[in-house]
């Protein structure tokens, strides 16, 4: 059988799988079990009010009120108090078994001693009883063939004995419960088989959805997944009033690369990038996208953050000291360049078949700009940005840099932290 089902128990041969479809089970049928109990208990009471009529005797009248109030609704009161304990979950089949074999057992007695009441009366409740174990309770396939088993062993015995009973309507009964028997047990097979199989395949779903969930997270940022999952295919995009964005260089890599086989280039670069990433992480920045030997990250998208500027410049001071830690594969450290720039940009999500999450505007190409001016272990960062930031980093003097396309544009180096910087090193 498929899914690892044994054929006849219906059990999963994996003993994991099998416990959690059980764990599964009894939360999805938790109410089912509340609602078994309640109509049992509704059963019991009208039916009790409907039939005390057609009862003859006095001493039968008494005895089915002992039976109803004193037996049948207490097994099931009991049963329904037991579903509000925090046990109940680990033994709730064997209380649903313990409460139908009961009740069984109870109601052959009964309709044994109250004689005034048609033969069917007796055969009907046994059918009664059992079609409640795998309608509402739903019990597994085996269970209900044992309460069934038990049902009919305890009932046709007395029906099989009894002088006063026609052998016609012996013949009805024993039909009636036989039949009835291999029905419900062909209906409990059944849908307890199919409830494994949906089990099963909705674990599958939940695995491939994760599955892809991780591979969508591999190209974008988590807020922008959820937020293409409820956008009915409506185009991502949002305006920033203030971002940092980060340009991570690895100087000399066209040479390496030349020195370097594919495989053990790329290696060299795949190790950089995925410490960028970490570091990224650790800082609450945002990877973008690498460009050749180029990482590109940004601070304050697609979540806003206030404090984006200093985010970023923490992220590039270890960037800047764990970058010499991966070596290309020549056996040279890799040393980086940065450039860093605020300011405002637009990001959104582009494609159809390949989804990209990117940004864009005058602030993404300033900090590009200055990552290309500077040389191995610089940090050129906008003069505006490092204004903001003067009380806690230290920066070099400024300078003008003629940047295509922009013009005369002062910027500062990044020295470090304030309290890492020598005082006589000059911040201005």
Known sequence: MPLGLERLRLRFRDPALESAFRSEQFRHNLANIRIAFLAGIGLWISWGVLLRPQIETLSEQRLDFVMRWAVFIPILVVGLALTFTPFFGRIWEWVAVGVATATLLAWVFYTSQVLTLPLEFGYVGVILIIAFTYTLLRLRFVLVIAITLIGIGVYLPYELTVPYIRPA?????????????????????????????????????????????????????????????????????????????????????????ARSTPAEFADALDELFGRFDEIAARHGLERIKTIGDAYMAVAGAPVPTADHEAAALEMVLDVIREAPEVRWPSGDPIGVHVGVASGPAVAGVIGHRKFAYDLWGDTVNLASRLEEYGEAGDVLVLDSTAERLADRYAFGPTRTLDIKGRGPTPVRELLGRTSDVPAAVPSE
């Open 169 to 257: 309507s012996e013949l009805v009964a024993t039909l009636y419960l036989v039949s009835f028997g291999l029905l419900g047990a062909f209906a409990a097979y059944r849908n307890e088989r199919f409830t494994r199989t949906l089990f099963v395949r909705e674990r599958q779903l939940d695995e491939e959805r994760l599955r892809s969930d991780g591979l969508l997270l591999n190209i974008l940022p988590q807020v922008i997944v959820d937020q293409l999952k409820a956008s009915s295919g409506r185009r991502i995009a949002h305006a920033f009033d203030e971002v940092t964005v980060i340009f991570v260089d690895a100087v000399g890599s066209t040479e390496q690369a």
